[in-house]
Structures are given as C-alpha cells and as structure tokens.
C-alpha cells in the first residue's frame, strides 16, 4: 500500500511539473516585443493623461481620417489589410486600446466605455485629427458607439464589425480565453500560465473557417498578451459592467453606419447585427455567410472593397480638392 502511494505521489508530482512546464507563460520583455511587433510605421506616445499609446498612423496626411478600434485581447494588427487596401486614399489611425498591445495597461485602471471613448478623442487630438469615421470590431465596436454618442460633432461615420453592446446577444459558445478571464478563481494563474493552445483554440472558436488560423497570428496574439499588465487588465475589464444598448441612444446617432457581421459569429451572433441595423436610422448592413466575429482579419481584401464602397456611397469618399476634415 505504502509502494502504491508512493508512486501515486510521483506521478502526481510528475503531472504538475508536466503541467506547468506545458503553460507557463511569464510576461515577455517590452523592448523585444516592440523589437518584433512595434518596428515602423509604429508611435509611441504619452497622451495628457499620461497614458502611453502604441499607435500607427499611415495614408495621406491631408486624406479623411478612419479611426479603427480593435476587439478585446487583439492589437492594432488585427487591421492590416484594411490598412494596406485602404492607406492609398485615406488617413488610417489604428493603435492598441489600453490593456492590449504594445499600450500595455491604463494608467488608471480605467476600462469603462468613458475610458476608451475618452482615450480615442485624445489620440485623435494628439495627431490635430478634427473629424473621422470610426470604426470598432467585438470590444471594439462598444467603444466606437459609445464614442460617437459622446463626440458626434467629430464622428461623420460608424463602422460596426461584429460589436458588442446589443441587449441579449448571447454567445453561442464561448471561447475558452474569455472563460477563463471570467474566472475570478483561474486570474491569478492567468498571469503566468497561459498556454499558447489556449490562444490557438480561442482563435480558432471566433472564425468561420479555422484551417485559415495561422501559426503568426496565434504566436502574435499570444505573445502581445504576455506584454507586462495586459493579462491583469483582462480581468479588470471583466469587471467593468457593460451596459447594453437602449434604441433611444441608437436613434441619436445621426451619421451614416455600416454594420458588417460574420454569420459564423458564436461570440456575438447576427441577430446583434439586426438590432443595430434596425435601430440606427441611417445604417447598411452587410452579412459574410462564410466568416466568423473577426471578419476584417478573417478576409480583409474583401470586407475593405465593402467598406470603400459604402463610404463612396455615404458621401464619405476622397473626392478632388474636398476631404473629411475640412467639409464641415
């Protein structure tokens, strides 16, 4: 009996070394991740309230502005061909939301709609940007309406791509990330031990066709959220409660909106799409019957060629001698 437990122990103890060997994950150094995912055309720079902010600002300097906000636990390469289709003819501002990329945490710990929505205007401020068209994906399109409800003389269109925010979008299924975040029990574990499987399951849970998951993106994911005080920001956002959309705030939303969803979407499904579209009065929906809640990561030529269309149809386009800014 005493030989049986004896070995019960070992391989026990075996199993949680194998364990902890398998997801530890410390934080990486800041420097070499900047090194790796920070190189030109990145910024770094420290806004009036002393926050920092990884950011990249690419097109013509006189073109209309796009401001594009990335979803939770992603970065501003979550954009990238959007950028590429788009920076010929327009302004593009992407940068890493508080608690995410290259930012790192909010100096204040402040991860409410105000926050972010406040964080946006002051980048937009920093680079003398007056007016643009906003655009949010997931986490990111919450922060997006909310900005355009709290900054509506900047804000001349709204792009939603999959957002949070509508009342009763129930998952379908649940990434295991996300689970895991709301996990006040796995959070302090969460900080060292996150597995890159995790990132790969999760990635893979949000797009329609996962074969299209590649090993970069699942190593970029992974290692932009061991950047230092972004896995405890995970579970400071958490703890923000979300207020859902009323279709009061959607009817005081006066500019042109694109709503553009994945069908494949389990984390927000389409039904989410349909409310925004029914009560934002002067909205365009676009449904991919093939992609999933990240849709300008998932086919970014295509979704890109959509959002083109619908600002040359919203009067938003690049026209000779006459851009965003200065129309008003």
Do not use: C
Not at 86 to 92: E, G, Q, V
Not at 213 to 228: E, G, H, V
């Amino acid at each position: 009996m005493r030989t049986f437990i004896k070995w019960l122990l070992i391989a026990l103890a075996v199993a949680v070394i194998s364990l902890a060997i398998w997801g530890y994950a410390p934080d990486r150094d800041p420097e070499e991740l900047r090194a790796e995912y920070g190189q030109q055309p990145s910024q770094y720079v420290k806004l009036p309230s002393g926050q920092n902010i990884h950011l990249r600002d690419e097109g013509p300097k006189n073109a209309p502005a796009i401001l594009l906000l990335h979803g939770s636990s992603s970065s501003l390469h979550t954009w990238q061909e959007w950028t590429e289709n788009l920076s010929r003819d327009y302004r593009i501002i992407r940068y890493d939301q508080p608690g995410h990329g290259l930012t790192g945490p909010h100096v204040s710990k402040d991860y409410t709609a105000k926050g972010y929505s406040d964080t946006a205007a002051a980048v937009m401020q920093y680079l003398d940007i007056d007016t643009y068209v906003i655009a949010g994906n997931s986490m990111g399109g919450w922060v997006a309406w909310n900005h355009t409800l709290a900054y509506p003389d900047n804000v001349r269109g709204l792009i939603l791509v999959d957002a949070s925010g509508a009342p009763d979008a129930q998952p379908k299924k649940l990434p295991i990330g996300f689970r895991l975040a709301n996990s006040r029990a796995m959070r302090p574990l969460m900080k060292v031990f996150t597995p890159r499987s995790i990132i790969k399951a999760s990635l893979e849970t949000s797009v329609g066709d996962p074969s299209r998951i590649t090993n970069a993106q699942i190593d970029r994911y992974w290692n932009l959220i061991k950047y230092p005080g972004n896995r405890e920001a995970i579970g400071d956002r958490s703890d923000v409660a979300r207020i859902a959309a009323k279709p009061e705030q959607m009817a005081d939303i006066k500019v042109p909106a694109l709503v553009m969803w994945g069908a494949k979407d389990t984390l927000i499904p389409v039904p989410a799409a349909k409310w925004f579209d029914t009560h934002i009065q002067d909205s365009t929906a676009i449904i991919y019957d093939d992609l999933g809640h990240i849709p300008m990561e998932e086919d970014g030529a295509r979704t890109a060629v959509d959002v083109g269309k619908w600002l040359s149809d919203n009067g938003l386009a690049v026209t000779a001698g006459n851009n965003m800014q200065s129309a008003n």
